[in-house]
């Protein structure tokens, strides 16, 4: 199945996804600055769509986009004075910062242009029909096997367990 | 013209998977159309469902017996003065309808209709849904806070608690629903074993799957198929903010919680917001454990006699609503006062009449005639009907429970959402895995 | 000899891996400059999550490059390894400002005084 106006939807997501970068940090109220990472967030969604990855979509904007920005949200209600809106937005190294920033962006450029024969497509293009079954298959293991990831899966649920006690132990009034 | 016709008729993909662009615009302009037109039934709906349960009229003089209530009150919001708070900011106060809006709306995009109706069948359909419908958090949030006062503040802040807690609950109902499509059995504990077990998550592939394993989810692996859906059935009402779940916007407790410095349009498209948020996750429930859009009893009652007795079911409701229609009409006061309302209600009547006409005719003419295209419209309207009575069954059932039942003290909502529905989902999620590894 | 416009254009049309990876890129640098220039604390946590997104999306570009599913489900592991680093982050966030009454990096430099 052909994917329809691929490169102007390429183009829009990819120019969402930057523009709310750029919002994201140049926003002085943090309240906008969140709402722009939302923005963000789901056109990066829709740019793992065209990545014919349906799964990391679904699960970036459940998680992402659904749960991590409504905690970011609650945390910058909370802690949000008047007082902070009124203050200096950047700190005083800022050039250093931007210079540095840029100077990446430049390595990162010359890397792709020089690269550029390196990053051909290969290897089997999987259907994106059976994507989630796949992943699934990678995580869980099939036929009394285990999986590739099933131990990493193990561990990834251990790590949120403790990430809950240490949120919830932080964030209490007394211990 | 007549072959864009015949293009959309002859398939039977989906016009995502057909890349039929201007079907999937039509049938999204349809779904807007018929959305609006459902949420603003649901409000003469339940004003006179929630009258007649406490014995008294509802609105009676608008129209013949209320029927123009809606529109009278849509044109009311629509010219009130739009008031924002002189602290509040602006953008964001002005987005937040929008979010909660759109959070609502997308999730009909992949709400199925039929077998090839629906707009397009993604094949992450039911997480694609999850995740859209748990955006709706962040229009509350935001209203909250862009109303810089106490009351819509804490209501918001209460309202997103209640709404992401049971997201998990109906999460993990949804996935033991999911699981069930995999596993092979027949209703009561696999006699014999249907279908091929494949899992999907696309929703279109779950009635599928429904109709292939000749069973309805709801009645699968009896009490755990039940339980699952108890469990997302109670889990959606929290998560749309209604009865018995609505302290966040009950008016004697935080004076309308987070949309209450709101006025006019802004808060009409909250109520939009809501009402298609309530009939999108009443159409997941259908879609999950009641067999999407099939008859009732499509293996007991088989044969195409019976299929064409329910095929008639859509005509005959209609005429039966005109015959109500007229009953109405015959019962109104004989005075010069209600004339225009008498003459009103005839033509609504008369109305309805008609459309049943029309589509008893179709289901007759496709059994007299056997023309292509009449039976392939039969079978879509059949299947778009028992879909939507379906809906509109919960529907009801929520305005009931509105009617019914006393509101929870917001602690014991919370407890209510960890503690009860948590370990519940998950353990009907294990048990239903059990069972169907047993019998595999 | 095509015009410069042209050779502009015939790069643009079929959108190849590079194109990902240049976007992950821009979205990388974007969270590196705003960790390095923001002065309020959620909005470092806000460029950390950009940043962990940008290499999300070179996972999963790389992942269609080659063919197999090994970077999105790399892609899995990150995006819960985020959700949890946030939660916690923002909890020692705040509990430092029930104490301190600051949300600025450059006020939060002494553990205990």
Redesign the interface.
């Known amino acids: 199945?052909t994917p329809?106006a691929?490169?102007f939807f390429?183009?829009l997501l990819?120019g969402l996804?930057?523009a709310g970068?750029?919002l994201?940090?140049t926003r002085r109220?943090?309240?906008?600055?969140?709402?722009a990472?939302?923005v963000?967030?789901l056109a990066?969604a829709g740019?793992?769509l065209?990545?014919?990855?349906?799964?990391?979509?679904?699960?970036?904007?459940?998680?992402?986009?659904?749960?991590?920005?409504?905690?970011?949200?609650?945390?910058?209600?909370?802690?949000s004075?008047e007082r902070?809106a009124k203050?200096?937005?950047?700190?005083r190294?800022?050039p250093?910062?931007?210079l540095?920033?840029?100077s990446?962006?430049a390595l990162?450029?010359s890397v792709?242009a020089k690269g550029?024969g390196l990053?051909?497509?290969?290897?089997?293009?999987?259907p994106?029909?059976e994507?989630?079954?796949?992943?699934g298959i990678?995580?869980y293991g099939e036929a009394g096997r285990m999986g590739?990831?099933t131990f990493?899966f193990e561990i990834?649920s251990l790590?949120?367990l403790?990430?809950?006690l240490?949120?919830?132990?932080?964030?209490k009034?007394r211990i | 013209m007549l072959d864009l016709l015949r293009s959309y008729l002859g398939s039977t993909l989906t016009p995502g998977q057909a890349n039929n662009q201007l079907w999937a615009l039509i049938y999204v302009l349809i779904i807007f159309a018929g959305v609006s037109v459902a949420v603003m039934t649901m409000n003469w709906v339940e004003r006179k469902a929630l009258a007649h349960f406490q014995v008294r009229l509802g609105p009676m003089r608008v129209g013949p017996h209320g029927l123009l209530q809606p529109i009278a009150d849509a044109i009311k919001l629509l010219i009130k003065e739009d008031i924002i708070p002189s602290e509040a900011d602006k953008f964001v106060f002005w987005i937040a309808p929008l979010i909660g809006l759109l959070a609502s709306f997308t999730v009909y995009t992949v709400v199925p209709f039929g077998p090839s109706q629906a707009v397009s069948d993604m094949n992450i359909g039911i997480l694609f849904m999850l995740g859209v419908s748990s955006l709706a958090v962040l229009g509350v949030v935001m209203a909250g806070w862009a109303s810089n006062s106490h009351y819509p503040l804490i209501g918001a802040l209460r309202s997103s608690a209640q709404m992401v807690s049971y997201e998990v609950a109906m999460g993990l109902a949804v996935v033991s629903a999911i699981l069930m499509t995999s596993l092979h059995g027949l209703g009561l504990y696999g006699v014999s074993k249907f279908g091929d077990g494949t899992g999907t998550l696309s929703m279109i592939g779950i009635v599928q799957a429904q109709q292939e394993q000749h069973v309805w989810f709801l009645f699968k692996f009896f009490p755990l198929g039940f339980m699952a859906f108890g469990i997302f059935a109670i889990a959606m009402i929290a998560e749309t903010n209604r009865a018995p779940f609505d302290l966040p916007e009950a008016e004697s407790e935080l004076t309308a919680g987070y949309h209450t410095e709101y006025s006019g349009l802004r808060w009409s498209l909250f109520m939009l917001a809501e009402y298609a948020a309530m009939i999108a996750v009443s159409s997941i429930a259908v879609t999950l454990w009641l067999g999407g859009w099939m008859r009732p009893f499509p293996n007991w009652l088989s044969g195409s006699a019976w299929d064409l007795v329910f095929s008639l079911f859509a005509g005959l409701t209609f005429v039966a609503l005109a015959v109500i229609a007229f009953v109405g009409v015959v019962r109104m006061p004989r005075h010069s006062y209600f004339r225009v309302q008498t003459i009103g209600l005839a033509g609504f009547g008369l109305l309805l009449a008609l459309i049943g006409i029309l589509l008893l005719g179709i289901v007759i003419g496709a059994k007299v005639s056997h023309h292509d295209i009449l039976n392939r419209t039969t079978e879509g309207m059949t299947n778009v009907y028992w879909f939507l009575f379906k809906v509109a069954v919960f529907m009801y059932l929520y305005i009931w429970y509105r009617a019914t039942w006393p509101r929870y003290r917001f602690d014991q909502l919370m407890r209510v959402g960890w503690k009860v529905m948590l370990p519940v989902s998950l353990g009907v999620l294990i048990v239903t895995a059990i069972v169907g590894v047993i019998l595999g | 000899m095509l015009s410069a416009k042209c050779q502009v254009l015939r790069l643009m049309v079929p959108v190849t891996t590079i194109h990902y990876l240049v976007v992950a890129a821009a979205l990388f640098v974007l969270g590196v400059i705003g960790v390095l220039t923001r002065r309020n604390v959620v909005i470092v946590l806000m460029s950390i999550e950009l940043i962990l997104n940008a290499v999300n999306l070179n996972l999963v570009a790389f992942s269609r490059m080659w063919g197999g599913l090994h970077g999105q489900v790399f892609s899995i592991f990150v995006v819960v390894d985020a959700a949890a680093e946030a939660a916690v982050g923002l909890g020692i966030l705040i509990a430092f400002f029930r104490n301190n009454e600051t949300i600025n990096v450059d006020e939060i430099d002494l553990l205990k005084w």
């Not at chain 1, 109220?29 to 709402?35: D, G, V």
Request: glycine residues 8%; charged residues 5%; aromatic residues 12%.
């Open positions: 199945m329809v691929t490169p390429f183009y990819s996804a930057i970068g750029l994201v940090i109220n943090a309240i906008h600055s969140a709402l990472l939302i963000t967030l990066i740019l793992y065209m990545l014919y990855a349906p799964f990391v979509a679904g699960v970036q904007i459940i998680v992402y986009a659904g749960g991590i920005m409504v905690l970011f949200l609650f945390v910058i209600m909370l802690v004075l902070t203050e200096r937005q950047f700190n190294m800022w250093v910062g931007l540095a920033g840029c990446l962006l990162f450029m792709y550029k990053f051909v497509e290969r290897g089997p293009q999987l994106e029909s994507n989630t079954q796949q992943i990678m995580l590739q990831y990493a990834a790590l949120l403790v990430a809950i240490g949120a919830v132990i932080m964030a009034k």
